[in-house]
């Protein structure tokens, strides 16, 4: 995926929580997408606890989702193991699993964005285009700033036709 | 001070760093000024950090400066404290001086500006008017998010003639 | 259990790592045994990583323990998850999987030691009696100081025959 | 200073709060000096905020004190300064201000207890000799369990007549 460039539906196998219909059902807001796996340190304490935080600050017109996109230790991440943990951890957001074609593959929806790990963000424009994707963590500091800057332009980037939803 | 209306200039007694000629001097550039006092706790340990991260990260189109408005302790904080202070913290950016009319009397530019103490934030759009003001702490999303939006909405906020510089 | 009574023999049904073949094999150390949960928020927060220091740091008449007493949610925190969860965290010390009765009671020592939840602490003198036991967290500080105290004790509290191994 | 060897009395000029007669009047007790200068970095972020933690925790059988060592930016860390910047800060502990001979001299006890810079600490045992002397910060675990140890150690080592008071 590039930069401006619209960015492919996600293959999602379930939601833990109310999931949105597709991503293009969010055209006109910012959706702000965290990959993750359950048991990599990185997501647990710096990944999620962030994507809590943003979620609980961005307004309508911003989406948090998470993605759950197991690429190792497929038997200690099934579903009863993710429910248990979002639950404990009480993550508000809803969260898809990335589908698998076969068991053990590299998640579906990680491929087509070319995810090179976890964590990983995936910010979309109101047009459905990448605004940017970030492989590691980046400080609050940095992350407020990119995100309200691309809040912040308005509808500037949609063409009319396609943007408010 | 309301939001959205000229923010009155400062009064100056003198600059430790390379300061500004004056607040009109810098009309097309977002102004982020922390006003602190050097022996106040919440201005050592969350608002003058902040203030050094924002430093480190804003480009030409933003200048953050600070504002010693010193109201207790008079004796405390004078000219050498305070520059012996900036040193050893390694205060990045230009730090002024709030005048006093008498030797003890609140200073000059925390009472035109109505600031209710210390730390306090006060941010200036591209066109000289006031974005907000903030008495005390916000943690580093929070400030992001806000001040991301605010450099984000481009020069919508201008009317032609008085903002870009 | 209660402080300065002998702790009772542990009943654990495997280790991950390489864990000692009795509590009584341990006698003439300190043991600190950590109960916990993957999936808890203050063990994976503040309990794991603690005793990780704690682990760090303590010589040989010290051993840190983690003991998995899974109480909930036992679908979620199965062999495979607990052993993908120790090594993606890094856990360098052994952590023994303690005995269920049946399938869905509450595991056997965890019953047997009195522990109201996790994450627990379980704090052995050399004598192989309770120092103390704490449900819930404590900061660096605390943890420090008391367990300092206790290893500062030498062999005070041991009788003769029974103390160092 | 070498361990174990007992520490020279202290020479201080003033104290800020109630401090002690003497150090020899405190023999039978550990003491805690925290080193420092007001417009230190590692004292105000690191050192300080520890000792008071540890001021908090200790009983009867220990005592922390602090010590104001200025041996630069004299002119900014006078009297007035010191006391508006304890005030502020909320140290609930004695500081002494270590005497100079000469003004613009290092100070007195520095010298003489052989001290490299601030933050420092200097811990003294309950016959009144050093236990360690430390320059820069500690992390709360590696202190806590150290000062622990110490104070675990109980009266071994006084010599009868000379050690409580």
Request: glycine letters at 12%; charged letters at 25%; a neutral charge.
């Given at each position: 995926m590039r930069p401006n460039e619209p960015v492919p539906e996600w293959r999602v196998r379930?939601?833990?929580?109310?999931?949105?219909?597709?991503?293009?059902?969010?055209?006109?807001r910012v959706v702000i997408v965290h990959a993750f796996q359950m048991l990599c340190p990185g997501c647990i304490y710096r990944g999620i606890p962030q994507a809590v935080r943003l979620h609980e600050r961005l307004g309508g017109d911003a989406v948090v989702l998470g993605l759950h996109?197991?690429?190792?230790?497929h038997d200690a991440m099934g579903d009863a193991s993710l429910e248990a943990f979002l639950a404990e951890l009480r993550v508000p957001f809803p969260v898809g699993v990335d589908a698998h074609?076969?068991?053990?593959?590299?998640p579906w929806t990680m491929r087509r964005w070319g995810l090179r790990g976890t964590p990983s963000t995936v910010v979309i424009d109101r047009a459905g285009r990448l605004a940017w994707e970030r492989f590691g963590s980046e400080d609050d500091l940095d992350v407020g700033l990119r995100l309200g800057q691309l809040l912040g332009a308005a509808s500037e980037g949609c063409d009319g036709e396609v943007c408010p939803a």
């Open positions: 379930r939601w833990v929580g109310d999931g949105p219909a597709s991503l293009a059902s969010l055209r006109g996109t197991v690429f190792e230790h074609e076969t068991p053990r593959s590299h």
